[in-house]
């Protein structure tokens, strides 16, 4: 999946609320629109489309057909918005320097030429002949994971399912050890929580690059071992790599690992967990889908426009741009929120309603355009096989009374926890 960028990290204090009332109107940041971000996304669609946002630093873009063209639109660069170092203290600017270096060269943050030529190379293991291979191997995983919690009664669907699945399959496609890979999982969580966060402090951006220096130096020693032996993973085809000069960089290399790994976990863990809610909120679909397990192909493109996980994408304009009316200057951020795309009725009849049978669920979950998420095919098998073989193992599986909390990140939409009695068939059928 994509991942959407961070404005600069912000080291003042918070702000007091009448304060933090002028600077965010919509009170984008209040607890009650980490929840529930759609009727916010809905005021700023008619009341504001484009928005100048004090509280990110940015022009929240929020209806779908203006969200569409802005991924197809020169002039919004991905590659500058990950240059948010340039602008901060020098002292600053100097600690983080790694992390940008690091980031500056993940595909999702370039423009073309520089996009097109990382990004072939990867799509190689993305075709979806290739994916469809693995389809045996993740429903073997995910068999395996809920073996584990079925004699207990209860489960937590993201610690239990949706954050080892993607883990482990992303573990495999890129050729990390199998006693390895839950190690990955506390970097990605670090990368998620900088990468989705409206305003990263320095403490979240400190824990990102600690990550990330940690991430480089494992995959140096990775690399070292599939230089000497090669496999049939990711890593070994970009190694190998030698088309029209294509060659990856050390840095491109080790950036192009750590964005996979984020990409392949982060948000995909969020996609299951997100998708498992929403079914158990809405019984009659959850029933329907369960009857009628063939449904699960327009299921999942539903649920990604539901509740999608990657909430919004950041460009920076190259040169002054006017949108409805609006204009945005040079230099600006502007965020493109799929969120509220994905919810704007002008394209969804009726949107805040989940319907499996929907028609022409044109979401934009993945981006558009060049930026289209490489790994989308992959997503959705790991997504299919989750919610098919747990609706067919748990039927009558019910959200424990626990309060849900919904994470600080605006940009990457999930839960901390998401607490499940299973209260029925807990052996496989």
């Not at 996304?41 to 489309?49: I, W």
């Not at 270096?101 to 073309?112: G, H, I, K, V």
């Amino acid at each position: 999946m994509n991942s959407p960028d961070a404005p600069k990290p912000d080291a003042t204090p918070a702000a007091t609320p009448a304060a933090d009332a002028d600077l965010d109107p919509f009170r984008l940041q209040s607890p009650e629109t980490l929840a529930n971000p759609y009727p916010v996304y809905a005021r700023l669609r008619e009341e504001a489309p484009v928005y100048f946002s004090a509280a990110y630093n940015g022009w929240l873009i929020t209806r779908y057909d203006q969200v569409a063209a802005g991924f197809r639109d020169p002039r919004l660069s991905a590659k500058r918005s990950s240059a948010f170092v340039t602008k901060l203290p020098e002292d600053v600017r100097q600690r983080l320097e790694p992390l940008r270096r690091n980031l500056a060269s993940w595909a999702l943050l370039l423009d073309p030429p520089e996009h097109t030529r990382i990004r072939s190379l990867i799509n190689k293991a993305f075709v979806p002949r290739l994916v469809e291979g693995l389809r045996s191997r993740v429903e073997a995983l995910v068999t395996e994971l809920l073996d584990a919690v079925a004699p207990t009664g209860r489960m937590d669907v993201l610690r239990d399912l949706g954050d080892l699945l993607p883990l482990l399959v992303i573990g495999e496609v890129l050729g990390v050890p199998a006693e390895d890979r839950h190690r990955l999982k506390g970097w990605s969580n670090a990368l998620g929580g900088f990468l989705g966060s409206g305003r990263p402090t320095l403490e979240i951006a400190g824990n990102a690059l600690a990550a990330v220096a940690e991430l480089e130096d494992y995959f140096r020693g990775v690399i070292a071992v599939r230089r000497q032996s090669p496999g049939s993973d990711l890593l070994s085809q970009l190694l190998v790599a030698e088309e029209q000069g294509m060659i990856l960089g050390e840095q491109e290399l080790l950036s192009t690992c750590c964005m996979l790994l984020f990409g392949g976990h982060e948000t995909t863990k969020n996609l299951i967990g997100n998708g498992l809610l929403a079914l158990l909120r809405n019984p009659s679909e959850r029933e329907a889908l369960r009857a009628s397990p063939a449904l699960i192909g327009p299921a999942t493109e539903e649920l990604l426009r539901y509740d999608s996980p990657v909430q919004w994408m950041s460009r920076v304009a190259l040169e002054d741009i006017e949108l409805d009316g609006v204009r945005i200057p040079k230099g600006d951020r502007a965020f493109l929120v799929l969120g509220a795309a994905n919810r704007d009725p002008a394209q969804f009849p009726d949107p805040d309603r989940l319907d499996f049978r929907r028609t022409d669920i044109r979401h934009i979950s993945f981006g558009l355009g060049v930026h289209y998420c490489a790994g989308a095919a992959l997503a959705r098998l790991e997504v299919q096989a989750a919610i098919v073989t747990f609706l067919r193992r748990f039927p009558d599986a019910q959200l424990s009374s626990a309060p849900l909390t919904w994470r600080q990140t605006p940009g990457v939409r999930g839960l901390t926890a998401i607490p499940v009695e299973l209260t029925a068939q807990s052996s496989a059928s």
